[in-house]
């Protein structure tokens, strides 16, 4: 017996393995919220991508027109206005995603997730193209017609091509999780009625000189519809005292 309980409570005993509890399965309302910040941050990134690369260089070349050989350049709201035009409807669109719900809510993620689509093929379609650089020589030179030379192309057709990307893809996440993400002003919606509750309340307090006014007319002011009855002149508010005989 002795050795049996020295055996188990020495030190050398291999302690029993504790069991792991499971980790807690993520909802969908985890994901719901992941996909919000990931929309906001594609969609604000590819819109902004979008914008600046229309703005810069997209080819140059060198034009040649009866006696003159200039160098021209095309930028990219020259060769196309389209991707700038759907960035900046995209942006109203995320934000706009946030103002309504149900039905329209799917309606303007649609309309997000096109607008993405066609900014990054507008970019591509056009990139490719030499009217721009024509146009700008034609104008320069003062002449009707001109030959490019050296045309050579800049990456940022396809920096515009990658920001409809990124607002496709918040399109496409508001399509799937938008039904999950609040709505602009549904907080105040939800404190509405207790405040309007407590100014109600508020407006049921009687003001201290409607109380002294009560008390003045011989009314109750604690609710009570009867008037107080003053007590008798010669005796205590109980009655006069019998007289002794």
Not at 84 to 108: I, M, Q
Request: proline share 8%.
């Amino acid at each position: 017996m002795t050795s049996s309980r020295s055996d188990s409570s020495s030190p050398d005993a291999a302690p029993k393995p504790v069991a792991e509890p499971d980790p807690e399965p993520v909802g969908p309302a985890a994901h719901a919220r992941r996909a919000l910040g990931a929309a906001l941050f594609l969609g604000a990134l590819g819109a902004a991508l979008a914008l600046v690369s229309a703005g810069q260089t997209w080819a140059r070349a060198f034009a040649t027109g009866g006696l003159t050989r200039m160098p021209v350049e095309a930028s990219g709201s020259d060769v196309t206005g389209l991707p700038s035009a759907l960035a900046l409807v995209g942006l109203a669109g995320l934000v706009a995603v946030f103002a309504v719900r149900g039905r329209p809510r799917t309606l303007v993620a649609a309309v997000l997730a096109l607008c993405g689509a066609g900014a990054a093929t507008a970019a591509l379609a056009a990139s490719a193209g030499d009217d721009a650089l024509r146009e700008t020589a034609v104008s320069a030179a003062g002449v009707t017609s001109v030959s490019l030379e050296q045309v050579s192309r800049t990456g940022w057709p396809y920096g515009a091509a990658a920001g409809g990307v990124l607002l496709l893809l918040a399109g496409l996440l508001a399509l799937r999780y938008g039904r999950h993400w609040p709505a602009m002003g549904s907080r105040y919606e939800r404190g509405a009625a207790p405040r309007r509750a407590r100014r109600a309340s508020a407006d049921a307090v009687e003001r201290p000189e409607d109380l002294w006014q009560a008390l003045d007319r011989g009314e109750d002011p604690t609710g009570s519809s009867e008037p107080r009855e003053a007590p008798p002149a010669g005796g205590a508010a109980g009655g006069e005292r019998p007289q002794a005989s």
